[in-house]
């Protein structure tokens, strides 16, 4: 179909504050589906996902883009993925003598030298000494004697540094142990957890000791609990501690993993609202990839990942045929990417201009079965609808009329929220005009988030409750500008009696004034 | 004809009341006085004579409506003001004659003191006079709390605290002001009743003495002394008749200050904020005329920042009593009309960085 055979779609003016209605219209969709999506989109093989985790492929280097999807989506890839490797049997904790209530450990060391005096002070400060867990129970010794010679020696258990691959153990000996953590209330699955990660895996199959272990994020000495705003792991502070490594295009080089999620994640909906408005509900890497056990979401994972947040928006998009297809799935990150998730809004429906359609976007050739081509979703600018439906489908129609069905509705909430202001601007109490639009903006989200199920006749229902709403709380706008003006205009009614009068009063005054001067 | 009869039972009624009054020597006491051509009263005591008056009336009517709870207060309000007829109007002229009565009460008292008119014999009067602007503060202070929005909350919040800073007694005036430890349904009971009960007959009382002081004292003349003991020498300043010369320019004024209050309640009406959320200070404000004391306690410890404009205040009310030089001419009193100035313009640059603030 040529450009001009399609049907038009009317142009729309996006003023900043249609622009600001349309994202507190938008808010809670966006709290919805978008919320969440910082997932690596070429995600069917984890090892694929990761740019060719090292485990599986080590100096691989895929032309994965962490803010874009890159890998085919093919649900059989995932039986292709490699069988986790079983984490190490759990160390027993270090056994040493009670300390008591001395500690010769930070005696000696906090005089030593400046190093070991703030290595001290990191324990002392840390949630670890809080909680009676001193030196000995990582480094092994005894901690009664200030002789090094008696309280480092071998024949007390001295340990010293635990190296890279046995902090794992070492810290896994106390927080797997169900007993040792039962007073802190703290889970015991991280170890287990842990060793399935991409990064436990790379340590266990390869012996990489580059990959992070506890200490990377937790700190050694210094150990704080999550919730301590100081601590590494805290949400708003997690972004920066996984790019510490992941930002490092030189650590990152051998991997063949990409170094620009950090920068395309801050640019992102969850990234704003995480570092800009501090927002601890807004998903981290953490909350996609998972901590102890990071790796990327697969495609078959992704709609759950999303939906562990977007909870009503995945049970929508559970009922629609997209869903439903196997071969051509389009999941969350079709339409709205990674990293780079961003405000969703009505250009998610169309190209300005049709694109150039191939039909190895959505058939494998080789059988002609429906099959999505990932590579297509890689710019934002073709998440859009009508990168697979064409304008001569029946789809591409159905499509349309759910665009325009939301689109009147936006615009008629739009117009009541700029009548809204209009009345407020001039002082007017709108209290009954704002319960109006709120109810229309409750509609026109439930219509936005309907969209997800791709139901022409359930969006043009709720987009019509939206948009009688939105009229309705228009009208009760439009009225108070209406009353504004009358009293405008007997305001000045009443002024031209008051001149009236005091010009009468002049008058008279004068007179009597000639009066009192002729006396 | 017509004239001449109407006239005729004008006067017949004029005196049947008089026959059963004897009022008429009283009514032409007080309205028949002279004053001297020299005064320059600029109005002001009787434009917020006036605005009294307004709030009087609007504050009536507005109390029919009224509910002084704090789960009634808002929706009453917003009733009144969006429902009421005209609710809209007689609510914003009370909003805005509120702030402008406080305004001319103290140009009022600028002017007295820059043209020297405490002085003797006037010195009970700038005393009855400096209570009510006190008066008048404290309707303003009652008053902001009783739409129970976020801004009239969180302002007596501010407000409330403020006057809890007070050393030796500032607890006891905070729970006294607050009835509680918080702004509750307790503090708008009594702030409810002080401001239509106790502060308007406190006012119509003091107000009276002061005009009945006013009348018999006469208004100053400020371009000399008060003589102590009248004679031929001394008491040739030209006069004029109060009534109706004087009343007439008054009246003009009045009709002024109402235009004003019609274009201020009809371009910028009485708002209403969200609804007082005790969770959420999002208006730490106290209104534009304390805002003065609130932007001084910035800059001064806490304690000689409240203590400061008490004390200034205490020292403004005796002040006739301190300055017992006789010259009224602002030109020979350069020290005193120059710290004023000065302290005025500080009160007005710190309300100016209060509001931007």
């Not at chain 1, 797997?176 to 953590?181: F, I, Q, R, S, T």
């Not at chain 2, 003495?209 to 371009?223: E, F, I, S, T, Y």
Request: contains cysteine; proline residues 6%; negative net charge.
């Amino acid at each position: 179909m040529s450009p001009d055979a399609r049907p038009r779609r009317s142009p729309r003016v996006v003023t900043p504050a249609r622009r600001l209605l349309r994202l507190a219209a938008t808010g809670l969709v966006a709290g919805g589906l978008w919320f969440g999506l910082a997932v690596t989109a070429s995600a069917e093989d984890p090892t694929a996902a990761t740019g060719g985790s090292p485990a599986a492929s080590p100096g691989a280097s895929p032309a994965a883009s962490s803010g874009t999807a890159t890998a085919t989506a093919s649900p059989g890839a995932s039986s292709s993925a490699a069988p986790l490797v079983s984490a190490p049997p759990v160390p027993t904790p270090i056994a040493h003598p009670p300390a008591g209530d001395t500690n010769g450990c930070v005696d000696c060391h906090s005089a030593v030298n400046d190093k070991q005096a703030e290595i001290s002070a990191a324990w002392e400060a840390s949630v670890h000494a809080g909680a009676d867990v001193g030196c000995a129970d990582c480094h092994g010794g005894d901690p009664r004697s200030d002789q090094i010679t008696v309280g480092m020696s071998t024949e007390a258990g001295f340990l010293g540094t635990p190296d890279r691959t046995q902090t794992v153990g070492v810290c896994g000996s106390c927080h797997a142990n169900v007993e040792v953590m039962r007073p802190y209330n703290l889970a015991t699955d991280q170890y287990a957890k842990y060793w399935s990660s991409v990064h436990g895996q790379r340590l266990a199959t390869a012996n990489d000791t580059r990959v992070a272990v506890c200490t990377d994020c937790h700190g050694s000495h210094d150990v704080r609990k999550v919730s301590d705003p100081n601590a590494k792991v805290f949400p708003l502070n997690v972004p920066e501690l996984c790019a510490s490594c992941h930002a490092d295009a030189r650590r990152m080089e051998p991997y063949g993993i990409p170094t620009d999620q950090f920068e395309i994640y801050a640019g992102s909906v969850h990234g704003k609202a995480l570092l800009e408005e501090q927002d601890v509900r807004a998903p981290s890497c953490a909350s996609c990839h998972g901590s102890h056990d990071a790796k990327p979401p697969r495609a078959t994972e992704v709609v759950d990942v999303c939906g562990k947040c977007h909870t009503a928006t995945q049970e929508l998009y559970e009922q629609s045929r997209h869903a439903q297809l196997e071969q051509a799935a389009p999941k969350c990150w079709t339409c709205h990417g990674t990293h780079d998730v961003s405000q969703p809004g009505p250009r998610l429906f169309f190209h300005p201009e049709d694109p150039d359609y191939e039909c190895s976007t959505c058939h494998d050739l080789t059988n002609r079965t429906l099959r999505l081509e990932i590579d297509r979703f890689a710019n934002e600018a073709d998440r859009r609808c009508d990168t697979c439906h064409h304008p001569d489908s029946q789809i591409y129609a159905q499509v349309q009329g759910i665009a325009d069905a939301l689109g009147g509705a936006e615009g008629a909430f739009e117009a009541a929220g700029m009548r809204i202001e209009d009345a407020a601007r001039l002082g007017m109490i709108t209290a009954d005009a704002e319960v109006g639009i709120a109810q229309a903006r409750t509609s026109l989200i439930q219509a936005q988030a309907a969209v997800h199920t791709t139901k022409l006749k359930l969006v043009s229902d709720l987009s019509t409750d939206a948009r009688i709403k939105a009229d309705e709380a228009q009208a009760m706008a439009v009225a108070k500008v209406d009353e504004s003006t009358f009293r405008r205009q007997a305001m000045i009614v009443v002024l031209a009696l008051i001149a009236l009068s005091v010009v009468f009063l002049v008058i008279i005054k004068r007179q009597l004034d000639r009066e009192l001067e002729g006396r | 004809m017509a004239t001449g009869q109407t006239a005729g039972g004008s006067r017949r009624t004029t005196r049947w009341l008089d026959d059963r009054t004897r009022l008429a020597p009283v009514l032409a006491a007080m309205v028949h006085v002279r004053i001297p051509m020299t005064a320059r009263t600029w109005y002001f005591g009787g434009i917020a004579l006036f605005l009294f008056g307004i709030q009087v009336v609007t504050g009536t009517l507005l109390a029919l409506y009224y509910k002084p709870t704090p789960e009634a207060a808002y929706e009453s309000v917003q009733f009144i003001t969006s429902d009421v007829s005209f609710g809209w109007l007689i609510r914003s002229v009370h909003h805005w004659a509120a702030n402008l009565m406080i305004l001319f009460v103290v140009l009022h008292l600028l002017r007295v003191f820059f043209q020297a008119a405490y002085k003797y014999p006037r010195e009970v009067t700038w005393v009855v006079g400096c209570g009510l602007l006190l008066l008048t503060l404290g309707f303003g202070f009652t008053g902001y709390l009783l739409p129970w929005d976020q801004r009239a909350y969180w302002a007596t919040v501010v407000g409330t605290e403020i006057a809890g800073g007070v050393p030796v007694i500032g607890d006891s005036l905070l729970l006294l002001l607050r009835g509680g430890s918080d702004v509750s349904g307790a503090t708008m009971s009594r702030f409810f009743g002080i401001h239509v009960l106790v502060l308007p007959l406190a006012l119509g009382g003091m107000l009276a003495l002061h005009l009945v002081l006013v009348h018999q004292l006469g208004l100053a003349n400020p371009k000399k002394p008060e003589p102590r003991v009248r004679t031929a020498d001394n008491d040739d300043e030209p006069l004029r008749p109060f009534f109706p010369h004087y009343i007439l320019d008054e009246l003009v004024a009045w009709y002024i200050l109402l235009a004003v209050l019609v274009v201020l309640a009809s371009l910028y009406p009485a708002t209403l904020e969200e609804p007082a959320n005790i969770l959420d200070a999002g208006h730490p404000k106290p209104e534009w005329y304390y805002l003065a004391v609130y932007e001084m306690l910035k800059f001064l410890p806490k304690d000689i920042g409240i203590l400061a404009p008490i004390v200034g205040l205490g020292v403004v009310i005796v002040w006739p009593f301190l300055d017992r030089s006789p010259e009224v001419l602002a030109r020979r009193r350069k020290v005193v009309v120059g710290g004023a100035t000065l302290i005025v313009l500080a009160l007005v640059f710190l309300t100016w960085r209060g509001y931007v603030a």
